[in-house]
DNA sequence: TCGAGACCTAAGGA
DNA sequence: ATCCTTAGGTCTC
């Protein structure tokens, strides 16, 4: 066990149940900012602690996790069943590869970002300082369906407060932290039936109760766990494919599911502020009124074609930076919404932008690169400099927060756009 | 292919 | 106060 000792965690580790000792692992800022990642809308179980805000707890692998966050690592406390057994040096070294593994550390952000600068000059010119830190967590992919499942024609606060709820009724009890009880996320098999369906339905689930009994149904039949985690071996398209034979599980929600738990970086969820936005600068999709099949490829291929086979973690990156943004700078209470304009210059090198390169990081690559051309076509037509200016609304909660997402996702598709 | 409408609920704005 | 819209969509015609 490695202490944690100095003032910073001296006030954090006296409260009752927290005498339990600490462990680290070695990581940077740079690497990984676990207070933007574990609130940026990948996974709905994090909160911070409320004995220390600088905290956050959660729970993955079975176990409830206190992160806590320094300049060169994160320091971290587990709990789990048969807490009295706990201890031992082997459980620390284990525990530690599976936060490492949590985070997947063994990507190099510092190593994307360079890549993603390159090809896409908005990258190194928007808020390069502001968006370090920001990465794709690997999840439990049983979780993830079923949490996503809960995100249709839905707002975060009810999300979280949802998956809270299948955990409650149907999850296992992990242990007791500051006199609050943590539950695992319930295995599919406990989700199956009409009983299911019918105390979810008086739980305020509406119409998501009975896609989640069917999916479990239907993820059983299909042969239960290990069908879905196989999923991470036949590639992205067909993992796609099958996920969306899943009741509740239309395009959005399997991307996001193969980006966040199946290892597809490929992978972009394309919501309708994404939509709505893209079709302003993709001139030809402004006509649509939905997002179809088809307009949705077309954006996540272009993205693609944009920033590679990380184009996923791109998106997301962007996507909680803006946020991140956000909470940063707009910090009060009374709901005022100063705004703040800055411009950035957007000169652009086409040719560099759309040649296309290769994966730096090892991973399985998936040929996307077919509508390369087509994808130019589309997105050059416009001028290769202009001034684009940025607003962001300064706001404090994080509904208020998620609801001005179209402004913020204004300013990196506006940037994108114009390539 | 694309469009329209229904689907549960809750919170915020007009 | 009451209606309306929106919130990280999906499914059926």
Same mark, same amino acid.
């Given at each position: 066990?490695?202490?944690?000792?100095?003032?910073?965690?001296?006030?954090?580790?006296?409260?009752?149940?927290?005498?339990?000792?600490?462990?680290?692992?070695?990581?940077?800022?740079?690497?990984?900012?676990?207070?933007?990642?574990?609130?940026?809308?990948?996974?709905?179980?994090?909160?911070?602690?409320?004995?220390?805000?600088?905290?956050?707890?959660?729970?993955?692998?079975?176990?409830?996790?206190?992160?806590?966050?320094?300049?060169?690592?994160?320091?971290?406390?587990?709990?789990?069943?048969?807490?009295?057994?706990?201890?031992?040096?082997?459980?620390?070294?284990?525990?530690?590869?599976?936060?490492?593994?949590?985070?997947?550390?063994?990507?190099?952000?510092?190593?994307?970002?360079?890549?993603?600068?390159?090809?896409?000059?908005?990258?190194?010119?928007?808020?390069?300082?502001?968006?370090?830190?920001?990465?794709?967590?690997?999840?439990?992919?049983?979780?993830?369906?079923?949490?996503?499942?809960?995100?249709?024609?839905?707002?975060?606060?009810?999300?979280?407060?949802?998956?809270?709820?299948?955990?409650?009724?149907?999850?296992?009890?992990?242990?007791?932290?500051?006199?609050?009880?943590?539950?695992?996320?319930?295995?599919?098999?406990?989700? *199956? !039936?009409? =009983? %299911?369906?019918?105390?979810?339905?008086?739980?305020?689930? +509406? @119409?998501?109760?009975?896609?989640?009994?069917? #999916?479990?149904?239907?993820?059983?039949?299909?042969?239960?766990?290990?069908?879905?985690?196989?999923?991470?071996?036949?590639?992205?398209?067909?993992?796609?494919?099958?996920?969306?034979?899943?009741?509740? *599980? !239309?395009? =959005? %929600?399997?991307?996001?599911?193969?980006?966040?738990?199946? +290892? @597809?970086?490929?992978?972009?969820?394309?919501? #309708?502020?994404?939509?709505?936005?893209?079709?302003?600068?993709?001139?030809?999709?402004?006509?649509?009124?939905?997002?179809?099949?088809?307009?949705?490829?077309?954006?996540?291929?272009?993205?693609?074609?944009?920033?590679?086979?990380?184009?996923?973690?791109?998106?997301?990156?962007?996507?909680?930076?803006?946020?991140?943004?956000?909470?940063?700078?707009?910090?009060?209470?009374?709901?005022?919404?100063?705004?703040?304009?800055?411009?950035?210059?957007?000169?652009?090198?086409?040719?560099?932008?759309?040649?296309?390169?290769?994966?730096?990081?090892?991973?399985?690559?998936?040929?996307?690169?077919?509508?390369?051309?087509?994808?130019?076509?589309?997105?050059?037509?416009?001028?290769?400099?202009?001034?684009?200016?940025?607003?962001?609304?300064?706001?404090?909660?994080?509904?208020?927060?998620?609801?001005?997402?179209?402004?913020?996702?204004?300013?990196?598709?506006?940037?994108?756009?114009?390539?």
């Amino acid at each position: 066990m490695v202490a944690v000792k100095g003032s910073f965690y001296s006030s954090f580790c006296k409260h009752r149940g927290m005498e339990g000792s600490w462990n680290t692992l070695p990581v940077s800022r740079t690497e990984v900012e676990i207070s933007t990642v574990l609130s940026c809308g990948q996974s709905f179980r994090w909160k911070q602690l409320e004995s220390d805000d600088k905290a956050w707890i959660g729970t993955f692998s079975h176990k409830v996790w206190i992160l806590k966050q320094t300049d060169t690592e994160i320091h971290f406390k587990v709990f789990q069943q048969g807490m009295e057994e706990n201890g031992d040096k082997l459980d620390d070294e284990k525990n530690r590869g599976l936060l490492y593994d949590y985070f997947q550390l063994e990507v190099s952000l510092e190593t994307l970002y360079k890549e993603w600068s390159k090809r896409d000059e908005r990258f190194a010119n928007l808020t390069i300082q502001d968006y370090r830190g920001i990465r794709m967590l690997d999840q439990d992919c049983v979780e993830n369906v079923f949490s996503f499942i809960c995100s249709s024609n839905n707002n975060i606060a009810r999300i979280s407060q949802m998956v809270e709820k299948l955990c409650l009724h149907y999850g296992v009890k992990i242990a007791e932290v500051e006199g609050k009880t943590y539950y695992d996320f319930p295995t599919v098999e406990k989700l *199956i !039936g009409e =009983k %299911v369906e019918k105390k979810l339905r008086e739980e305020k689930f +509406g @119409y998501r109760a009975g896609f989640i009994a069917k #999916t479990a149904a239907t993820i059983v039949a299909n042969g239960g766990v290990n069908w879905l985690e196989n999923l991470k071996n036949v590639g992205y398209d067909e993992a796609r494919k099958q996920l969306q034979t899943l009741p509740g *599980i !239309g395009r =959005k %929600v399997a991307d996001c599911v193969c980006l966040m738990s199946l +290892g @597809y970086s490929e992978a972009i969820p394309v919501d #309708t502020h994404m939509h709505q936005i893209a079709k302003k600068y993709l001139p030809h999709l402004a006509k649509l009124k939905t997002l179809t099949d088809k307009s949705y490829s077309e954006i996540t291929d272009y993205f693609r074609a944009l920033h590679g086979d990380y184009a996923g973690w791109a998106h997301s990156v962007l996507f909680a930076s803006t946020l991140r943004h956000l909470k940063k700078d707009g910090v009060t209470e009374n709901k005022e919404t100063a705004t703040t304009e800055e411009t950035v210059d957007v000169n652009l090198d086409k040719s560099k932008n759309a040649k296309s390169k290769k994966s730096i990081v090892e991973k399985p690559t998936t040929d996307s690169s077919t509508k390369d051309d087509k994808q130019r076509r589309n997105c050059t037509s416009r001028e290769s400099k202009e001034t684009i200016p940025l607003r962001f609304e300064q706001v404090t909660q994080n509904s208020q927060q998620i609801r001005t997402f179209a402004s913020v996702i204004r300013t990196f598709l506006c940037a994108v756009a114009k390539v």
